[in-house]
Structures are given as C-alpha cells and as structure tokens.
C-alpha cells in the first residue's frame, strides 16, 4: 500500500487512542468530583466549589466524543477489512 492511503488510517487511529484518552481524563474527573448531595443548598455549594473541574469534564467529553467520528469513518472500515 502507498504511504499515502496508509496516512488516513494513521490519523483515524490516533484519533480513536487520543479519544480514549479523553474519556479516561472524564472518568477521572468525575471521580474526582464526587457524586452530588441531595438538597437544593447542598448541590449549588457543590457545584460552584467543583466548577473548573465540571468544566473540564463537559469540555473533555466534547472534543472525546468529536474525535470518534473520524475514527469512526477512517480507521473502522480498514481494521474491518472494507479497504
């Protein structure tokens, strides 16, 4: 195979390694911030004590969940044998 269609699946790949990253650094700030109390009072101290974390767990989820597409397209249908 030509070292040119050998570079998309390179970058589907590492797109799939670098979303599952991500989603192990979510993993790992959700664990960090604990689950949420049960009262009204309780859960608005918690989340304005836990906002730049919660805020980094939404902003990793996204770019966790933009990076499957182009694994979805690029490196699925080669490791499948489609190509």
Known sequence: ????TKR???FGAGALVASGVLF???????????????????ILLWRDAQALVLDFVSECFFFATVLL??????????RL???
């Open 1 to 4: 195979m030509p070292p040119e």
């Open 8 to 10: 998309p699946d390179k």
């Open 24 to 42: 192990v650094v979510v993993a790992l700030l959700d664990f960090r911030t604990g689950p949420p109390p049960s009262n009204g009072a309780e």
């Open 69 to 78: 597409v182009p694994g979805a397209i690029v490196a699925a249908p080669v």
């Open 81 to 83: 044998g489609y190509r």
